[in-house]
């Protein structure tokens, strides 16, 4: 094998193909970037048997060939390289890498032995526009369970695709959020849970800022997310999920109409003298045109007033702060309108208008801080 190609390219494409080589697992051909060539492209693949990513470059190829080279060392040898362009020749499983003057000679695997991607065949199809995924998956996957300690199925966002309307969901057993948008779709109803580690290497490699679309492809335990020039293939998970649909309350006693930085700002002062979000709630009093938040640790006490519409029943509630930030800064809109129904039940965060979103967050116990 033998190609020439552009270090940078080479480079931005291995620091992200990288991401889907195993750190958990000690198997050399898992810890390293597949690298085949042939017929003037050049194809990266990192795989670690739950997700992969796969891109196609343009390089001059001399000798079509397949090599395996450990990921992390390859990744630190071309962000070294001093020139523009970067020679890659194998004489067997000896890999020979030369830019200027600088010359590499390392040891690959045969390329033979890396495992096989899973496929999708059969599956549905959809194309989404880029901008808007992304912003629906930035409003929904912080409410995505982060282990498998509640339900290990609730550590994927959930997606439910009808006519022509797109939900994501996400939940982690102390809160959720609910993302919906009109889309372009007359295929059969899909819904598939995708894990929170493989949501997060697709963001990242999403334009959030771009128009153009990105394919998806869902089959029965896999789905391969298609962004500009890279391939994320993954396993989907399986499992009972919430009907989020009956979870939310029906009941309002409280209506709050409030200006998102406002509240955010207002709960970010008491976070000084929080110790531990578990153990330290806030306490918010909605009542007379006012949000007031305070709490209080051995660090000491805070308490701070923002102007807030209320109407209906004074309700005094607690929260981890945390979440109540994370589901602010999730709302899209100067101003956000909160509904109650007493100091025991979830808080829902919408819109002032529409149901574009919906944050639910349930109440911590308040002690008497007296």
Known sequence: MKFICSTKELNIACNNVIRAVSTKVTMPTIEGILIECGSNTLSLTGYDFEFGINTILSAEVEEAGAIIINGKILCDILKKLPDETVTFETNGNAVSIISGAAQYNISGIDADDYPELPSVNGGQNIELNQKLLHSMIIQTVFAVADNESSKPVYTGLKFDIT?????????????????????????????FIVPKKTIREVIKLMNPESDETIK????????????????????????????YRTAVPGTVSTTVLINT????????????????????????????????VSTVSSLGRVI?????????DRVEIGFNSKFMIDALNAADTDEVRIELAGPVSPVKIMPIEGNSFLFLVLPMRLKNEN
């Open 304 to 312: 701070d007033y923002t102007h807030a519409n209320t109407q209906g």
């Open 216 to 243: 998806i492809n869902i089959g029965r335990r896999h789905i391969i997310f298609e962004v500009e020039n890279y391939s994320i293939i993954s396993r989907l998970l399986d499992g009972d999920f919430l009907d």
């Open 261 to 292: 930085n406002d509240a955010i700002n207002c709960i970010d002062r008491t976070l000084p003298v929080i110790e531990n979000n578990q153990k330290n709630p806030i306490r918010c009093l909605f009542d007379n045109d006012q949000l007031r």
């Open 163 to 191: 006519s022509n309307e797109i939900t994501l969901v996400g939940i982690d057993g102390y809160r959720l959020a609910i993302r919906k948008e009109a889309v372009s779709y007359n295929g059969d109803d899909l819904t």
